[in-house]
């Protein structure tokens, strides 16, 4: 079976009544988890985008303690996890802002963890992309947060050197 495009998708679901559509929405939730947890996202979280910055960074709070910081090995696979994670709850929202936050929060965890990442070529270099991806993210910004976040920015950059 051939996927629908997005334009037809939107087009049919104008001559579907509200029963119709809510059941659609319920039939989604059950096939990923994915759809089920931007769904609520949607519902729950999505009024309330500073309660849902902390709830996402109290998640990588707990999967930075979760860290086995044993060997580089480890520590690298579960930072990648973790950033995984980071972004998809990042595509959620879909804000610049929350983005923002979300990956300066996440390079300042990195920073803080202990054997150093700057040991390691492959956790620095991880760092550094994420830089370059911070300061994308500021540059499509208005101007008077790109001030605000850049200042920021400057301070994560400080704490590593």
Known sequence: MKAATLAEIKKELKHKSEEELLSYCLNLSRFKKENKELLT???FEASNEEGYIQSVKNEIDLQFSDINNQNYYWMKKTIRKVLRLTKKYIRYSKKKSTEVELLIYFAHKMLSLTPSITENTTLNNLYERLIISIRKTIA?????????????????LNEKS
């Open 140 to 156: 499509k910004m208005e101007e008077d947060l790109q001030y605000d976040y850049n200042l920021q920015l400057e301070d994560l």
């Open 41 to 43: 996202y949607l519902l």
